[in-house]
């Protein structure tokens, strides 16, 4: 089974500061790796996937994440963050081996920017 | 433009009602998935689906239904039997392993 935590589960920061999101997961087979964003009541949009090869993922609105395969960590980063950046964000991973590609995320880390 | 079409956005819901959340696709889709979404908890895999007429429980499946008779469609029924509906869910759809296009969501209350 596949497990995503995320260590924190509210970011504040000032903006124009740079801002990192943690994400571990745990799978016993290779794994696809995704960062989703959630403004109020709405739905998740994609911000970036890691499928394979390089492990630096770069995704929209500046962000980027860096897949670890050995600390099992898929971290995502901003090195300026606006206030329109204030939203959830949630971490997903999906079985790579399996046949279904379910998705299993995390509870999600409220990303709230001050100005 | 494609996309996925969740309907409507606010539900309410009588005590012992069973009332049914719309979820339709245009993107040709094959998989398409419901998930329920609570403060804190992330979110959780009610039912999957990855060909017509065909569907999978998942992780919370208790007191919920589904359909596949469309590709196009795949209705989430929540039953008396859910003691606790209220919630914000969500429609996906998948047609390969590139990540989940979702809807906008419904937010269900029970009053």
């Known amino acids: 089974a596949q497990s995503v935590t995320q260590l924190d589960s509210q970011v504040p920061v000032f903006e124009e500061a740079p801002v990192e999101l943690r994400c571990n997961y745990s799978?016993?087979?290779?794994?696809?790796l995704f960062w989703y964003v959630q403004y109020p009541n709405q739905g998740l949009q994609l911000l970036l996937k890691y499928l394979s090869g390089s492990t630096l993922v770069k995704g929209i609105n500046g962000f980027e994440a860096e897949f670890n395969k050995s600390q099992t960590s898929f971290h995502l980063r901003k090195p300026s963050v606006h206030i329109s950046d204030t939203a959830e964000y949630f971490c997903?991973?999906?079985?790579?081996?399996?046949?279904?590609?379910?998705?299993?995320f995390g509870k999600g880390t409220l990303l709230t920017v001050n100005p | 433009d494609g996309g996925i079409t969740q309907s409507p956005k606010y539900l309410f819901r009588k005590e012992g009602q069973n009332v049914t959340l719309s979820c339709e696709q245009n993107?040709?889709?094959?998989?398409m998935y419901w998930y329920r979404q609570d403060p804190g908890q992330g979110l959780r895999l009610i039912y999957y689906s990855q060909i017509v007429n065909d569907f999978q429980k998942g992780d919370i499946a208790e007191g919920y239904s589904v359909s596949r008779e469309k590709k196009e469609s795949f209705p989430l029924t929540v039953t008396s039997a859910q003691k606790n509906p209220t919630a914000f869910y969500l429609c996906?759809?998948?047609?390969?392993?590139?990540?989940?296009?979702f809807g906008s969501g419904t937010r269900l209350t029970v009053v």
């Open positions: 996906a759809s998948r047609q390969a392993i590139y990540g989940y296009t």
């Open positions: 997903a991973v999906s079985d790579g081996g399996g046949s279904n590609y379910k998705l299993t």
């Open positions: 993107l040709n889709h094959d998989a």
């Open positions: 799978s016993s087979v290779s794994v696809y």
